[in-house]
């Protein structure tokens, strides 16, 4: 069974880099994409961007100009960097596994995230 | 940007039919995604392209999708399907992945 798990700060201060790992297990990091969604509290998911293992990127045009993804197949983990965060960007931070086809077949559980000085 | 629009709730009995609404422009188009979120947990797929469902989710969930909406279906509600419900879809001309702003189905 594959398992996604969530991991970094849980508090980060206003103009600094929020920085999360997502680590995959019970299954190779290979031939799939991998998404990073958000939830902030009380409202809905929004997707952030995706990386493929081959580490090509896409990313929600709204966040672009701030989000980097990156992957590291040795250690089967892939990576979300946020620059410059604001109080906006407080949120339960997802990753989850993409089939080739658009939809996320496993969720991380989740990691709360809080943007404050 | 493609827009995704559910009804913000919607209420059944147990053991009736709860049927939860997404509409898109020409969605029926698209393939459409479903995922259940109960409180404190991650979203769960429980249906994918319009139709289909991963294993380990039960018969009672079907899905449709045609024209302007999309329909996910829950037969014989139990309690236990009490949650946020959330559409999502692919749109193909902002490369961007979209999700419908939830429907928090009661079982009443």
């Known amino acids: 069974q594959v398992q996604l798990q969530e991991s970094g700060p849980g508090l980060v201060k206003p103009s600094e880099t929020l920085s999360l790992t997502c680590t995959v297990s019970g299954g190779s990091i290979s031939s799939y994409y991998w998404s990073w969604i958000r939830q902030p509290a009380g409202k809905g998911l929004e997707w952030i961007g995706r990386i493929y293992t081959s580490g090509s990127t896409n990313y929600n045009p709204s966040l672009k100009s701030r989000v980097t993804m990156s992957v590291d197949t040795s250690k089967n983990q892939f990576s979300l960097k946020l620059s410059s965060v604001t109080a906006a960007d407080t949120a339960v931070y997802y990753c989850a596994r993409e089939p080739v086809a658009y939809y996320f077949d496993y969720w991380g559980q989740g990691t709360l995230v809080t943007v404050s000085s | ?108």
């Open chain 2, 1 to 108: 940007s493609y827009v995704l629009t559910q009804p913000p709730s919607v209420s059944v009995a147990p053991g009736k039919t709860a049927r939860i609404t997404c509409g898109g422009n020409n969605i029926g188009s698209k393939s459409v995604h479903w995922y259940q979120q109960k409180p404190g947990q991650a979203p769960v797929l429980v249906i994918y392209y319009d139709s289909d469902r991963p294993s380990g989710i039960p018969e009672r969930f079907s899905g449709s999708n045609s024209g302007n909406t999309a329909t996910l279906t829950i037969s014989r509600v139990e309690a236990g399907d009490e949650a946020d419900y959330y559409c999502q879809v692919w749109d193909s001309s902002s490369d961007l992945v979209v999700f419908g702003g939830g429907t928090k189905l009661t079982v009443l």
